[in-house]
């Protein structure tokens, strides 16, 4: 009777290890988790504040002050645009 | 004899007794007291203890970004940082605080006086400040002084788009525009997961995830950068040219429906808020409404061409004093007597117009508009979009079927006026407008035949030639056509004797239309007021560059297009 009690109090306590091992990592990979979670926002807030600047540089008001004004470029007249038509578009 | 032995006291025995009635009692006074804690308080007790430790962070979901079609962004969410503090937990010296005052763009007095206050547990510093500026404070590494995240939305169109994207508040909830109409799909949903804090409020482990947060998604409009931008320019020029109160424009690809440039003039930063005004709010070209005038002509017209009572080259008498309903004279400045159809829209004689109109049934006549779209939303999924007034048919008089005949008497906004055009642009189809990006050709309702849908616009197209209304519409390679109006605003239940509303509407190119654009100026006041002197440039202006963009081939010969010299422009009275 003494032997089985001692078995069962090896195999409790053994789980009980168990218990605390798998607990310890799962709340490493859920850190781990979030870190990467945290890192992917991070890329994104980024993407989004590098179009926010694209968008800014991109402006047509300033493309167009810039080609007319230090570049001195100015939209053809119609008669020195050629049109090429794509043959079976039309 | 030796010392006597201590002499054994009997001690009562009820008193051994009674001790151990007490201890038996106190044990019992404690299984009971923890029966209690364990059994009916634990739930309660519990929770209390979480408290102390376990929090539920909320993690905001992002803003979906507002994108224009070619996929430029309109608006975007971004993370700032606001700093607040503890008061009475700050511990910094002068040269630190100086510092920080510094970083955070306030007087060191100012910073000083707030962080005084030490009655109260937190204070905002100062809000949303760049990530940047945010990362030096974080370095001085101050106790006391904390941060936390925010989003902010930037609108890098700034006043060229301000009024189709609208704009959020400081919760970043939709308050304008496209913001506001397309709420639930743009705004993200926030998740919240648990962690557990130290007494200072830093997480000191995450423990789960409750639930994760949902970003908005993203949301294409039709517009197209390049267009609106060339709209809001040529718009703010003509008004200030003209020193008007306001204008608007919409521009509608002709096949698909999508509004590619929709501006209005005044506008606003919809980055900086702090001064803002409802007229430069006001999204005028959906939002409010005008009695077009002249615009509605080609459709008493288009009625009559239908009805097969008229061709174009019917004669109409215009005679020369008038035309008398009632106790009502319709005017018409014009010399002639005797115009044809084609040359009522031409020359936009309003007494022609009128004559048309009373052969017609009023039933019908009311029934062409409200297939237009005239008098109900055009349902584009813009808050607050005006339906316009088209009163039954049946409480039309005689006068005001004649009136209504030149845009008189019925009220539309610029959008439903840009939208009806597209039946004759379409041969003979109203297309649905929409907002958002769609890439095939949208199926079209139809209102009128393709063969009257052709003869209105080729008298569109006589309008903007030397002798019609608006031969300043012209563009050089591609043929326009298009109508002017000029009408008198209403005002106190009457017409303003020297207040106008000059408008164009226009298709192009004519051979094969793409696009209509709709002008509209509110009271230009440097002695010009015709349509087809403060509109039709503005419409000129922006097709050509639409046209181009477009790449939509040439159908006319490439010869510059002269402005009219004198009398080649007819005058319309309305």
Redesign the interface.
């Known amino acids: 009777m003494a032997k089985l009690n001692l078995l069962l109090l090896l195999v409790l306590v053994v789980c009980a290890l168990g218990l605390v091992t798998s607990q310890h990592k799962a709340r490493k990979l859920f850190s781990e988790l979030e870190r990467a979670q945290g890192r992917a926002h991070e890329l994104d807030v980024e993407y989004g504040k590098l179009q926010l600047e694209a968008s800014t540089w991109a402006l047509h008001a300033r493309i167009e002050r810039v080609a007319t004004g230090t570049l001195g470029m100015r939209t053809p007249d119609a008669r020195q645009v050629r049109v090429v038509g794509v043959a079976g578009a039309r | 004899m030796s010392a006597a032995a201590p002499a054994l006291v009997r001690l009562p025995v009820w008193r051994a007794r009674f001790v151990m009635a007490g201890l038996v009692a106190a044990f019992f006074v404690l299984a009971a007291r923890s029966l209690y804690l364990q059994a009916m308080q634990t739930q309660f007790l519990q929770e209390k203890g979480e408290a102390r430790y376990s929090r539920v962070l909320e993690v905001p979901g992002?803003r979906g970004?507002i994108l224009e079609r070619n996929g430029?962004?309109?608006a975007?969410?971004?993370?700032v940082q606001s700093v607040w503090a503890i008061p009475g937990d700050v511990q910094a010296g002068p040269a630190q605080l100086k510092k920080l005052a510094a970083l955070l763009g306030l007087e060191t007095r100012e910073l000083r006086g707030k962080l005084e206050d030490s009655s109260r547990d937190f204070i905002y510093l100062k809000r949303q400040i760049a990530p940047e500026a945010a990362e030096q404070v974080a370095r001085l590494g101050l106790e006391g002084i904390y941060q936390h995240r925010e989003y902010r939305r930037?609108y890098?169109?700034?006043e060229?788009t301000a009024h189709v994207v609208g704009f959020t508040g400081v919760d970043e909830a939709g308050q304008e525009g496209v913001e506001l109409a397309f709420e639930p799909r743009l705004g993200g949903t926030p998740g919240s997961r648990r962690v557990i804090k130290d007494r200072r409020g830093r997480v000191v482990?995450?423990v789960?995830?409750i639930r994760a947060a949902q970003d908005g998604r993203d949301l294409q409009l039709s517009i197209d950068?390049?267009i609106q931008?060339?709209a809001y320019?040529a718009l703010k020029g003509a008004v200030a040219a003209h020193k008007a109160r306001a204008g608007a424009l919409v521009a509608i690809d002709v096949r698909t429906g999508e509004v590619l440039a929709l501006a209005n003039v005044p506008s606003f930063n919809p980055n900086n808020r702090a001064r803002l005004s409802g007229a430069q709010l006001r999204n005028r070209a959906v939002t409010d409404v005008f009695e077009p005038g002249s615009t509605l002509k080609p459709f008493t017209v288009a009625l009559a061409l239908e009805s097969g009572r008229v061709s174009p080259s019917s004669l109409v008498h215009i005679g020369s004093g008038g035309l008398r309903i009632a106790n009502y004279t319709i005017q018409d400045p014009h010399a002639q007597t005797v115009l044809s159809v084609a040359q009522v829209i031409q020359k936009s004689s309003n007494v022609g117009a009128a004559r048309i109109a009373l052969a017609l049934r009023r039933e019908d006549l009311w029934g062409l508009f409200d297939r237009a779209g005239f008098g109900a939303a055009p349902q584009i999924g813009f808050p607050g979009e005006a339906s316009g007034r088209l009163r039954p048919a049946q409480s039309w008089r005689p006068i005001e079927q004649a009136t209504m005949a030149y845009g008189h008497g019925i009220s539309v906004s610029l959008l439903q006026l840009a939208r009806a055009y597209t039946m004759f642009a379409r041969d003979g189809e109203l297309v649905p407008a929409t907002l958002l990006k769609s890439d095939a050709p949208a199926r079209g309702s139809r209102v009128i035949s393709a063969q009257t849908a052709r003869q209105v616009r080729a008298m569109l197209e006589l309008a903007v030639q030397p002798g019609g209304t608006a031969p300043r519409a012209r563009i050089?390679?591609w043929r326009v056509a298009g109508k002017t109006g000029t009408a008198h605003k209403q005002e106190n239940g009457g017409y303003a004797e020297n207040k106008y509303i000059a408008s164009f509407v226009g298709l192009a190119p004519a051979s094969a239309p793409r696009l209509v654009v709709a002008v509209m100026i509110d009271e230009p006041a440097n002695g010009q007021y015709f349509g087809g002197v403060v509109a039709a440039p503005v419409f000129a202006e922006v097709a050509r560059g639409a046209l181009?963009a477009l790449g939509v081939?040439?159908d006319a010969p490439?010869e510059p297009v002269p402005l009219p010299g004198a009398g080649e422009e007819a005058r319309e009275s309305t």
Request: aromatic share 6%.
């Open positions: 992002t970004r430029e962004a309109l975007i969410s971004t993370p930037y890098p169109g700034g060229v482990e995450d789960e995830s950068g390049k931008s060339l320019a050089m390679g181009r081939p040439y490439l």
